[in-house]
């Protein structure tokens, strides 16, 4: 190999953090025989598009590890560092780890590495093994990283910018509407009020239409920001987002001005479109007559075709829930949309208590609802009343138990109100332990008795569980009872192992 044709960085002994290699290799394996292993690597994981390869979505977590490729590789040897360096397609999706050294001298390199490629991704963020730096060491560096990459922000497709906490989040020194994605996060919210963002670029104060932004995700102070722009609701007016995240937000974001749920509602109505909308975090007041400062546009019936709450308090919660479910009553009065209303909906470390319903209303309905980290069994079985869904997905909630499966227990009549989870057919549980198998073949049972009898009105009547998962760590299923299970649920799985 002649290494006059290749730029190559030397990443000194300390970086190197990939256990598993046998350094003895580096030294007596040819090129072309690494070079084919590292491709082998990088096609694992890809996804093959026909004419291109692109990188395979990964999570936070598993690029915040110092094994990620290719960095972990290059920092074995400068003989190894010398091979990746020919491949341009390796470089085009870029992690900085902030915590580690030389970070900003691996970013460097891999915008040169890349080129003449579109990059990919940029994610900066900490490592999951490193000390961590504190939030003033944590701002300068993101700063510093994100002013080499502002050169060369024509080429990258996403922009991931994760801080420990909001207090750490940096300036956005550049336009951003180029970006297909951009999200600009914390892992946690911090202890001081921040107030707007008073530096994130707002591109709605120029003529732009944002053609290429399809997922936006911003913590509170930047949401605000955003938000209240010049000209935010023109700039998103006629915009479709794939998923819109909004994490951290607090009232207090707002400045002297508090930032309310009727300013929250307003501008997520503002998109033409929102196809996944996340809310984690956040918790703003419901203030009387707050409609009168922040009106939505009178007609608008799209809903998002998903949506997820993740440790959302009660209050927010309740209101969120009945505006969507006006949304979907009005797009049911004047259009002739198709049964469920949503295709998802997700209840993460959430809490229902509170929350009422009017025998004669509409319930929200979802293809699959998905349920985790409910403490509270009467919280639960709220939930199951508040929402309708064709499968149900509970994983990690000690709030299910005998008691909140009853909840899907239905008496043969129930006069006063429409059975809950009438459509549910299919039902998976994860990693709960506080029910009882009985329980289960008591719901299997009581569903199928409801439909045996014949003067039953429609809305009175259930669908049987046709498909049922226990996985992990749930209680114990005797022979007997899957034997049981599977003469009477057509589709029964068990996790023998766990």
Known sequence: METGKTTTHRFPSSMLSLGSVNRCLSSSLPAEILSSIFEMVYVELCCDYGDELRWEEAEDDELAKLSVFPNAISRVCRYWDAVLATFPEFWTRIVVHLDQPYHIELLKAALERSVPRKIHSLTII?????????????RDKMIEALKVAKEELFRIEALTIKTYTSESL????FVWDALRSLRF??????DHVLGPHPS?????????DWEDLHVLSLTGPAFVTLSRGARWRKAVSEKYLTSLTISRLRAHDGGEKPFTFHELWASYCAFTTVGHLT?????????????EEHKTPQYRYTLSSAYTFDAIPARVLRAFYYHVEELARSRSYHSSATYPDVDRITFRNCQFFGFQKDPNDRTLSSRVVKVADITHSDSLSI????VEAQVL?????PGLDDSSIEAMTLPLRKQEQRPALRDMHSL???????FSIASLRELVERRKEINEYEDLDWEERVSNITRLVLRGSCPLVSDEDEKWLRENVEDFEIDREA
């Open 185 to 190: 996060e914390s892992l946690h919210r911090g």
């Open 126 to 138: 900490q490592s999951v093994e490193g000390q961590g730096v504190n939030d003033e060491q944590e």
């Open 200 to 208: 994130i670029h707002d591109p709605s104060d120029k003529t732009v």
């Open 279 to 291: 809310l984690m975090d956040v918790d703003v007041p419901y203030v009387p007559r707050g409609w």
């Open 428 to 434: 998976k549980i994860t990693n709960c332990t506080n």
């Open 393 to 397: 997905r509970i994983s990690d909630c």
């Open 383 to 386: 939930c199951f009343e508040m």
């Open 170 to 173: 940096p300036r956005i020194l």
